[in-house]
T-cell receptor, first 111, second 116 residues
Framework: LAKTTQPISMDSYEGQEVNITCSHN???????ITWYQQFPSQGPRFIIQ???TKVTNEVASLFIPADRKSSTLSLPRVSLSDTAVYYC????????????FGRGTSLIVHP | NAGVTQTPKFRILKIGQSMTLQCTQD?????MYWYRQDPGMGLKLIYY???????DKGEVPNGYNVSRSTTEDFPLRLELAAPSQTSVYFC???????????????FGSGTRLTVV
């Protein structure tokens, strides 16, 4: 399984753009990159998934460079409700994917 | 469409007691998982199942048992509760593991268990 590294915590303010970068140097050719969001006292929630270049949905954008050794989750104009833990997961190839959640990045959005 | 339903939401157990955490999904997902999450930590995989009748151990299976008699249900059994099992337990499911077809995992709302 590809190991991921992401910052333990980040702080931001309402209205700012937040970028959370995840490193995954040993990503396999068929692995996908998936990000989850977890609010306190809730289970993680799927945000976005991508393989290469850029993916955008109504919640976030995911930027993946050509070498795919890292990825950046971009949250535009965050609000207080975006305060949560964000997890980066890499995998999906080989047909035996067991999602492994590290400690994630704790994002705190300040007024 | 209820998704993944976990019961109970909260439970206090005494040391040595037993209980079953229930997990049911109505999405016809083959793959189901049980995780535990300790305060300030990530999720650790306890057991998982790739289909009815098939289960396997995850990272932290000791003290737990599971069964998967139907596609919908994946109960987690604690036989002799210990304080170290105080945690929040999450059940999750997904439809497909193939590259590019894994559209994310659906999690339940969790069971907060305290063993005293």
């Amino acid at each position: 399984l590809a190991k991921t590294t992401q910052p333990i915590s980040m702080d931001s303010y309402e209205g700012q753009e937040v970028n959370i970068t995840c490193s995954h140097n040993n990503i396999a050719t068929n692995d996908y990159i998936t990000w989850y969001q977890q609010f306190p006292s809730q289970g993680p929630r799927f945000i976005i998934q991508g393989y290469k270049t850029k993916v955008t949905n109504e919640v976030a954008s995911l930027f993946i460079p050509a070498d795919r050794k890292s990825s950046t989750l971009s949250l535009p104009r965050v609000s207080l409700s975006d305060t949560a833990v964000y997890y980066c997961l890499v995998g999906g190839s080989g047909g035996s994917y067991i999602p492994t959640f590290g400690r994630g990045t704790s994002l705190i959005v300040h007024p | 469409n209820a998704g993944v339903t976990q019961t109970p939401k909260f439970r206090i157990l005494k040391i040595g007691q037993s209980m079953t955490l229930q997990c049911t999904q109505d999405m016809n997902h083959n793959y189901m998982y049980w995780y535990r999450q300790d305060p300030g930590m990530g999720l650790k995989l306890i057991y998982y199942s790739v289909g009815a009748g098939i289960t396997d151990k995850g990272e932290v299976p000791n003290g737990y048992n599971v069964s998967r008699s139907t596609t919908e249900d994946f109960p987690l059994r604690l036989e002799l509760a210990a304080p170290s099992q105080t945690s929040v337990y999450f059940c999750a499911s997904t439809v497909d593991l193939r590259p590019g077809r894994n559209y994310g995992y659906t999690f339940g709302s969790g069971t907060r268990l305290t063993v005293v």
